[in-house]
């Protein structure tokens, strides 16, 4: 039988079932709220067998074929990132967790900054050190050995929720962080509207994903494992966009129900139909719907920004102090 976890931030075991989500294969995960703390999480916990055959098999970013369209938004949120970065620092040191095939280290070394990167998969370690010539490690957080007091900036993006254990790992990284030092956090945000609106179907939950942080709780870990949180915010995702669309799950029902009536095939073609023929002026139509993006979302955004009901947390973090041993 697997067993029941207990809460990474309070260390209680008891808790209220939230939702119960079935996922590649009919595989049902099971998704709890710590009744002392507020954490959401996810138990029983796959084994590691299982976890290392689905992130062998499944996770698309450690796939060779990898698409560019996949690419291209990481290196758009790379440079974006990087840009929030220098508003903190000019240069210095940076390890990026998570780092994937290297796209924020590489921004980060063509602007001088002495960079490091953790990656627990080979195949996006390999990419990262054999093609874009990185210092990167194969590992986890565990598992890697960085002089204390090391770093400027430590950044850990859409990786806290895969964490096996996020209070471990954030104590080791308050060791390795310079005094003034800055801790960059994103994640899926549970507090966002889009969790609100469609619960037990929100896009956040995700085979591969154990912990779900609200602010409230990624404040609280932050707090216990010696880091104090400077700014938060999240993101705005437009919400009336394809986007958006996908992320309140009214894309994949539309298409489904299309599907059903044999309709979605003749649909997608006459999209591809149109789309060839605004080919030629496709710069300029692109610019014109993203325009109108800008506009139609703009008073959505405004709120959901200013109540922090985005659907991407993002944190930044100073050392506050110490953990002791
Ligand atoms: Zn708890």
Same mark, same amino acid.
């Given at each position: ?15 209220? @079932? ?10 049902? +995960? ?72 290297? $796209?924020?280290?590489? +921004? ?51 990786? +806290? ?84 669309? $996908? ?47 800008? @506009? ?18 993002? +944190? ?10």
């Amino acid at each position: 039988m697997p067993e029941k976890v207990s809460c990474n931030l309070c260390g209680l075991n008891n808790y209220q @079932l939230l939702h119960i989500r079935y996922f590649d294969d009919k595989i049902p +995960i099971t998704i709890v709220k710590c009744d002392n703390c507020g954490l959401i999480y996810t138990s029983p916990k796959l084994t590691k067998q299982e976890m290392e055959k689905l992130y062998k098999e499944n996770y698309y970013y450690f796939r060779s074929n990898y698409t560019s369209t996949y690419e291209n938004r990481d290196i758009t949120k790379a440079q974006e990132i990087f840009n929030r970065i220098q508003k903190f620092k000019k240069k210095g040191s940076i390890l990026d967790i998570g780092c994937g095939k290297g $796209w924020l280290l590489r +921004i980060a070394q063509e602007n001088n900054w002495k960079t490091y990167g953790l990656e627990v998969s080979r195949y996006a370690s390999n990419y990262a050190r054999k093609k874009l010539g990185l210092n990167v490690l194969t590992g986890t957080i565990a598992e890697a050995n960085f002089p204390s007091q090391y770093f400027d900036i430590i950044t850990m993006l859409d990786v +806290i929720e895969h964490l096996e254990n996020p209070l471990n790992d954030l104590m080791k990284l308050n060791k390795i962080l310079k005094k003034d030092g800055l801790l960059i956090i994103e994640t899926p945000h549970i507090g966002s509207i889009y969790y609100k609106i469609t619960r037990k179907y929100w896009v956040g939950f995700n085979i591969f994903h154990n912990y779900y942080f609200s602010l409230t709780t990624m404040k609280k870990i932050l707090e216990k494992t010696g880091f104090k949180v400077i700014k938060a915010v999240t993101r705005p995702v437009n919400f009336f966009s394809t986007e958006g669309l $996908w992320r309140l799950g009214i894309q994949d029902f539309i298409l489904q129900t299309l599907d059903k009536f044999g309709k979605a095939k003749k649909i997608k073609e006459s999209v591809k139909a149109v789309k060839s023929k605004v080919e030629i002026s496709r710069s300029k139509f692109l610019l014109v719907v993203n325009r109108l993006n800008v @506009l139609l979302n703009f008073p959505t955004n405004c709120l959901f920004a200013k109540f922090n009901m985005g659907d991407q947390l993002l +944190i930044y973090a100073k050392r506050e102090e110490a953990v002791e041993e």
